[in-house]
C-alpha cells in the first residue's frame, strides 16, 4: 500500500495528500505499538543494572577517604594497549593499486581519434566538399577527437596534425613515445623521492589482485619526471620528424600520461582497523588489601581505571544481561496482555479511546516504578547519613499505591485492582530476595482501590492515605511475626515510615492527577465538581444573554441526575453534561425561542434550510465553547452526542410545503445534525432530558397522566429513530428513566390551588389587581412555543 495516499479535505474539499501509512492509523497497531513501547521501558527501567549508589570520581578531584581493594581484580593499562594498537597501525604499508593496462588504453584511444580525424579528411577529399560544410565537418570530428582522448585539443596542436592530415604513421609514433615513458617504470601522483629506505608500500595488481611489497621505490616516476622523459625519449624517436610536429605530439602527450599506480586509502585503513582490532588488551592484576587511593591524593586517569573495575566487578553488583532483559520483557508483555484481557470486559469506557486509556496505564506504571527507584535512593541515603535507622525501615515509607489510586480516579475501581496486581508484579524485581515488599506494596493498593471509589472531594485523598497507612501498619506486623521479629526495636522503627507511606501516597496523587487530567483529557469527579459550580463565568454570561436557556439546562440537570442514579450511570457526570450541553446557543441566543422576549421570532424572516443550519450549529458552536472554557473531551463529546442524528422536524416540514421546487427538494439529510448519536449512557439520558423537558414546557393543563404520557411518547419516538442504538441503555434502563423523568415533572408542575381573582381594590381613583393574582398567557405566545418544541 503506498503511503502518499490523496484523500478529500472534508472542510474545502481540496485534495490532500496523506502521509501517514495506513497501518500506523489501525487501532490495534498502535495498541501493540504501545504495549511493546512501555514494556521496553519497564524492562528497561527494572532489569539489572549497575549499581545504583556508586561514587562518583573525577580526574583532578581530590579524594575524600582511603580507598582499598576488597578482592583481587584486573585492570586494562590503557596506555599499553593504546601503545600496541599504535605499534599495530603502524606496521601496515600503505596499498598502492597497480593498472598495467593504462598505455594500452591511452593507445587504444588515440588509434581511434586518430582514424576518425584521418577519415574526416578522406571524404572532404573524395567528395569535394567546400570550405563551409568542410571547417564544419572537421570541427565535429575535433570534438570526437577531444572526446576520445578526454582533454582539450590546444589550436596549434590541431593546426599542425591537420597539416599532415592526421596521419597515422604520427599516432604510430605517438603511442611508441607513450609506452616508452611507462616502460621506464610505474608512475604515480605522488614523489616517492624523500622515502626512507626502511618504510616500503604494498602494490597490488587490480588485474590479478596480486601484492608486492617494494622497498625499492626510485624506479617509481611522478608525473614531472614522467613529462620530462617524454620530453628526452622524443628526440630520438622523432627525430626524423619536423620540429613543429615533435612539438605539438609532445605538448598533447604531456597531457595524455596518466598515474598507473594510486594509493588506496580506503584498503590501507581498513587493513589497519583489522589489526588494531585484533590487538588484545594489556592488563595488570591489583591485589586484594593494595591500597588504590589515599585521602587527599588527586584523583588520575589510572585511579579512574582501578575505580571502575573495582566497582563494576564489586559483590553484588547488578550486570547489564541479555537473556535477563529478554526474559523480563517477555514476562512483562504476557502478563500485561493476561491482564487486558481480564479486564477487558469490565470497563474500559467507550467514550474514551481504548488506545488512551492503555497509554495512560503504560506511563501510570512507568511513574511508579520511577517513583519507587526515586525513593529507594533517597532511602539508602538518608540510612547512610542517619546510622541509627536500621537499614531497609525507610523502604516502608515508599509510596506504593500512588499509581493504583491515580488510576481508580482517572478509570475505575475494576482496572485499578487489576493494575496494583501488575504494579506489585513490577515492583517485585526492585527488591532482590524481599517477597515481603510485593505483599506489602500490593495489599496497601488495593486498600487505596476499594477506598478511593467515590472521590468527590479533595479530602478523599488524605482519608485514604490514613487508611493505607494503617493497614501498612497491620501488614509490617504481620511481616515481623512471619521472620520471628516481633518484638525488636526494628519493627518499631518500620512502623512510623509505614504509617507515612499512605499519606505521602495520596499526597503525590493530589499533585499529579491535574496533570494526568490535562495530559490525557481526563475529566474526574473532583473536576466535575469544579464544574457543577453554577457561579462559574459561563453560567454568570449564559444568565445574561440567554436566560431561557439557562433555566432549560438546569432543569434537565435535575432530570437527568436522579435518572442516572436510577440506572447506576455517573449521575454526576450527566449532570454537569447537561448543565453545559446547550452552551453554543449563546453564540446566536435570540434565534432560539425560549431566550425571546417579544412575540417576534427571528427564524421567521430566514428560509427553512437557513434556519436549520442555525438551530444545529449550536452543536458545533458549544463544542468549540467546551474546548475555549477546557471542560473536557467526556463533556465536549456529550455536547456534539446530544442531538444525535436527529432530524429538525419543523423546518423539514416547512420546506416541504414550500411553494419553491428547489426548497422543496433539498434533501432530508441537511436537516439533521451531524452527531454522533450518544455513546454512552450519561450522553443518551442528556439527549432524553433535552427532549423531554422541551416538549413539556407547551404541555397544556399539566396533570400526571399527562406528563407521564409525554414523557414515554418521547422517549418512545426516539427508541423508534435508533438515536439509543450506540448508548447501551436497556429497555429496563428506558423504564426507570420514564418513571424518574415522571416524577420529577411531577414535582415541577406540581398542583397549585387555584386562587380566585382578587377583587379590586382603589388606590388613587384606579383600579389594581392583586399581585398573586393568575394571568393567562396569550394565545399568540403559546403558539410560538409549540414550534420551539420542535426546534430542539
Known amino acids: 500500500m503506498t503511503k502518499n495516499k490523496k484523500q478529500l479535505n472534508p472542510k474545502n474539499g481540496t485534495a490532500r495528500i496523506n502521509f501517514i501509512p495506513h497501518f500506523v492509523r489501525n487501532p490495534v497497531f498502535q495498541r501493540w505499538a504501545i504495549v511493546i513501547g512501555m514494556g521496553m521501558i519497564l524492562t528497561f527501567l527494572l532489569s539489572p543494572q549497575v549499581y545504583l549508589f556508586t561514587p562518583e570520581y573525577k580526574v583532578g578531584s581530590i579524594a575524600a577517604k582511603d580507598i582499598k581493594a576488597d578482592r583481587d581484580f584486573l585492570v586494562k593499562d590503557r596506555s599499553s594497549t593504546e601503545?600496541?594498537?599504535?605499534?599495530?597501525?603502524?606496521?601496515?604499508?600503505?596499498?598502492?593499486?597497480?593498472?598495467?593496462?593504462?598505455?594500452?588504453?591511452?593507445?587504444?584511444?588515440?588509434?581511434?581519434?586518430?582514424?576518425?580525424?584521418?577519415?574526416?579528411?578522406?571524404?572532404?577529399?573524395?567528395?569535394?566538399?567546400?570550405t563551409a560544410e568542410s571547417k564544419e565537418l572537421l570541427g565535429l570530428a575535433r570534438q570526437k577527437f577531444e572526446?576520445?582522448?578526454?582533454?582539450?585539443?590546444?589550436?596549434?596542436?590541431?593546426?599542425?596534425?591537420?597539416?599532415?592530415?592526421?596521419?597515422?604513421?604520427?599516432?604510430?609514433?605517438?603511442?611508441?613515445?607513450?609506452?616508452?615513458?611507462?616502460?621506464?617504470?610505474?608512475?604515480?601522483?605522488?614523489?616517492?623521492?624523500?622515502?626512507?629506505?626502511?618504510?616500503?608500500?604494498?602494490?597490488?595488481?587490480?588485474?590479478n589482485q596480486q601484492e608486492n611489497d617494494e622497498s625499492d621505490l626510485t624506479s617509481i616516476l611522478n608525473l614531472q619526471s614522467a613529462q620530462a622523459l617524454l620530453e628526452a625519449n622524443a628526440r630520438h624517436i622523432l627525430k626524423n620528424e619536423h620540429k613543429d610536429l615533435v612539438a605539438a605530439s609532445v605538448s598533447l602527450l604531456r597531457r595524455v600520461i596518466q598515474p598507473n599506480l594510486t594509493f588506496a586509502k580506503n584498503a590501507t585503513e581498513r587493513r589497519k582497523e583489522l589489526l588494531v582490532e585484533a590487538v588484545k588488551p594489556v592488563f595488570y592484576k591489583v591485589q586484594k588489601n593494595e591500597m588504590i587511593l589515599r585521602e587527599g591524593e588527586k584523583i588520575t586517569a589510572v585511579h579512574l581505571d582501578k575505580l571502575a573495575d573495582l566497582y563494576s566487578d564489586r559483590e553484588g553488583k547488578k550486570f547489564i544481561n541479555i537473556s535477563i532483559f529478554i526474559g523480563m520483557f517477555i514476562a512483562i508483555i504476557l502478563f500485561s496482555v493476561v491482564l487486558?484481557?481480564?479486564?477487558?470486559?469490565?470497563?474500559?469506557?467507550?467514550?474514551?479511546?481504548?488506545?488512551?486509556?492503555?497509554?495512560?496505564?503504560?506511563?501510570?506504571?512507568?511513574?511508579?516504578?520511577?517513583?519507587?527507584?526515586?525513593?529507594?535512593?533517597?532511602?539508602?541515603?538518608?540510612?547512610?547519613?542517619?546510622?541509627?535507622?536500621?537499614?531497609?525501615?525507610?523502604?516502608?515509607?515508599?509510596?506504593?499505591?500512588?499509581?493504583?489510586?491515580?488510576?481508580?480516579?482517572?478509570?475505575?475501581?475494576?482496572?485499578?485492582?487489576?493494575?496494583?496486581?501488575?504494579?506489585?508484579?513490577?515492583?517485585?524485581?526492585?527488591?532482590?530476595?524481599?517477597?515481603?515488599?510485593?505483599?506489602?506494596?500490593?495489599?496497601?493498593?488495593?486498600?487505596?482501590?476499594?477506598?478511593?471509589?467515590?472521590?468527590?472531594?479533595?479530602?478523599?485523598?488524605?482519608?485514604?492515605?490514613?487508611?493505607?497507612?494503617?493497614?501498612?501498619?497491620?501488614?509490617?506486623?504481620?511481616?515481623?511475626?512471619?521472620?520471628?521479629?516481633?518484638?525488636?526495636?526494628?519493627?518499631?522503627?518500620?512502623?512510623?515510615?509505614?504509617?507515612?507511606?499512605?499519606?505521602?501516597?495520596?499526597?503525590?496523587?493530589?499533585?499529579?492527577?491535574?496533570?494526568?487530567?490535562?495530559?490525557?483529557?481526563?475529566?474526574?469527579?473532583?473536576?466535575?465538581?469544579?464544574?457543577?459550580?453554577?457561579?462559574?463565568?459561563?453560567?454568570?454570561?449564559?444568565?445574561?444573554?440567554?436566560?431561557?436557556?439557562?433555566?432549560?439546562?438546569?432543569?434537565?440537570?435535575?432530570?437527568?441526575?436522579?435518572?442516572?442514579?436510577?440506572?447506576?450511570?455517573?449521575?454526576?457526570?450527566?449532570?454537569?453534561?447537561?448543565?453545559?450541553?446547550?452552551?453554543?446557543?449563546?453564540?446566536?441566543?435570540?434565534?432560539?425561542?425560549?431566550?425571546?422576549?417579544?412575540?417576534?421570532?427571528?427564524?421567521?424572516?430566514?428560509?427553512?434550510?437557513?434556519?436549520?443550519?442555525?438551530?444545529?450549529?449550536?452543536?458545533?458552536?458549544?463544542?468549540?465553547?467546551?474546548?475555549?472554557?477546557?471542560?473536557?473531551?467526556?463533556?465536549?463529546?456529550?455536547?456534539?452526542?446530544?442531538?444525535?442524528?436527529?432530524?429538525?422536524?419543523?423546518?423539514?416540514?416547512?420546506?416541504?410545503?414550500?411553494?419553491?421546487?428547489?426548497?422543496?427538494?433539498?434533501?432530508?439529510?441537511?436537516?439533521?445534525?451531524?452527531?454522533?448519536?450518544?455513546?454512552?449512557?450519561?450522553?443518551?439520558?442528556?439527549?432524553?432530558?433535552d427532549v423531554v423537558e422541551a416538549s413539556s414546557r407547551v404541555l397544556k393543563n399539566p396533570t400526571p397522566s399527562r406528563i407521564k404520557s409525554l414523557v414515554e411518547d418521547r422517549i418512545n419516538q426516539v427508541l423508534m429513530e435508533g438515536e439509543l442504538n450506540e448508548s447501551e441503555l436497556t429497555f429496563k434502563d428506558l423504564s426507570k428513566i420514564t418513571e424518574s423523568f415522571t416524577r420529577t415533572l411531577n414535582g415541577i408542575f406540581h398542583q397549585r390551588i387555584d386562587y380566585p381573582e382578587s377583587t379590586t381594590k382603589e388606590s388613587n381613583g384606579k383600579k389594581e389587581n392583586d399581585a398573586n393574582s393568575y394571568r393567562k398567557p396569550p394565545e399568540k405566545s403559546r403558539s410560538r412555543h409549540v414550534k420551539a418544541s420542535s426546534l430542539h
Open 83 to 130: 601503545q600496541r594498537k599504535l605499534e599495530a597501525a603502524q606496521s601496515v604499508n600503505d596499498i598502492y593499486d597497480y593498472d598495467e593496462d593504462v598505455p594500452l588504453r591511452i593507445g587504444m584511444a588515440m588509434a581511434k581519434a586518430f582514424i576518425e580525424m584521418a577519415e574526416t579528411y578522406h571524404e572532404i577529399e573524395q567528395e569535394k566538399i567546400d
Open 147 to 207: 572526446n576520445l582522448m578526454g582533454i582539450a585539443l590546444a589550436d596549434r596542436e590541431f593546426n599542425t596534425f591537420s597539416k599532415y592530415k592526421f596521419s597515422f604513421d604520427i599516432c604510430n609514433n605517438n603511442v611508441k613515445l607513450i609506452y616508452s615513458v611507462y616502460n621506464r617504470g610505474m608512475i604515480s601522483r605522488e614523489d616517492f623521492s624523500g622515502f626512507v629506505t626502511e618504510k616500503s608500500i604494498t602494490i597490488r595488481n587490480i588485474k
Open 340 to 689: 487486558y484481557h481480564i479486564s477487558r470486559t469490565q470497563t474500559l469506557s467507550r467514550t474514551r479511546s481504548l488506545n488512551i486509556d492503555i497509554l495512560m496505564l503504560g506511563v501510570a506504571a512507568i511513574f511508579q516504578v520511577l517513583l519507587v527507584i526515586v525513593s529507594i535512593f533517597i532511602c539508602e541515603s538518608i540510612g547512610r547519613t542517619f546510622t541509627i535507622i536500621p537499614e531497609g525501615s525507610c523502604l516502608f515509607a515508599i509510596p506504593f499505591a500512588t499509581a493504583t489510586m491515580l488510576i481508580v480516579v482517572l478509570l475505575n475501581r475494576d482496572i485499578g485492582i487489576i493494575f496494583a496486581i501488575f504494579a506489585a508484579f513490577l515492583i517485585s524485581f526492585l527488591f532482590e530476595n524481599q517477597a515481603s515488599m510485593f505483599f506489602y506494596s500490593l495489599m496497601g493498593s488495593m486498600v487505596a482501590a476499594f477506598k478511593i471509589t467515590d472521590c468527590k472531594e479533595r479530602s478523599a485523598f488524605f482519608k485514604t492515605g490514613l487508611l493505607v497507612g494503617a493497614v501498612n501498619l497491620i501488614i509490617i506486623i504481620s511481616i515481623s511475626l512471619l521472620e520471628g521479629k516481633l518484638f525488636s526495636t526494628v519493627t518499631l522503627f518500620n512502623l512510623l515510615p509505614g504509617a507515612v507511606g499512605g499519606i505521602l501516597a495520596a499526597a503525590v496523587v493530589t499533585s499529579i492527577l491535574p496533570l494526568f487530567e490535562s495530559l490525557f483529557g481526563y475529566t474526574t469527579d473532583i473536576k466535575l465538581l469544579e464544574l457543577a459550580n453554577l457561579n462559574q463565568p459561563i453560567f454568570q454570561e449564559m444568565i445574561m444573554v440567554a436566560p431561557g436557556t439557562y433555566h432549560h439546562s438546569v432543569v434537565v440537570a435535575s432530570m437527568v441526575e436522579t435518572a442516572a442514579e436510577a440506572i447506576g450511570a455517573n449521575s454526576l457526570l450527566a449532570k454537569v453534561s447537561a448543565y453545559y450541553h446547550d452552551i453554543g446557543k449563546m453564540k446566536k441566543s435570540l434565534y432560539f425561542i425560549e431566550n425571546q422576549q417579544g412575540s417576534e421570532n427571528k427564524l421567521d424572516k430566514l428560509s427553512p434550510k437557513m434556519s436549520s443550519l442555525v438551530i444545529i450549529s449550536h452543536v458545533k458552536e458549544g463544542c468549540e465553547l467546551a474546548k475555549e472554557y477546557k471542560l473536557g473531551k467526556v463533556i465536549t463529546d456529550i455536547i456534539k452526542q446530544h442531538h444525535g442524528t436527529r432530524l429538525v422536524g419543523y423546518f423539514y416540514d416547512k420546506a416541504q410545503k414550500d411553494k419553491n421546487p428547489s426548497v422543496r427538494s433539498i434533501p432530508e439529510g441537511d436537516f439533521r445534525y451531524p452527531g454522533p448519536k450518544p455513546q454512552s449512557k450519561e450522553a443518551g439520558l442528556v439527549l432524553l432530558g
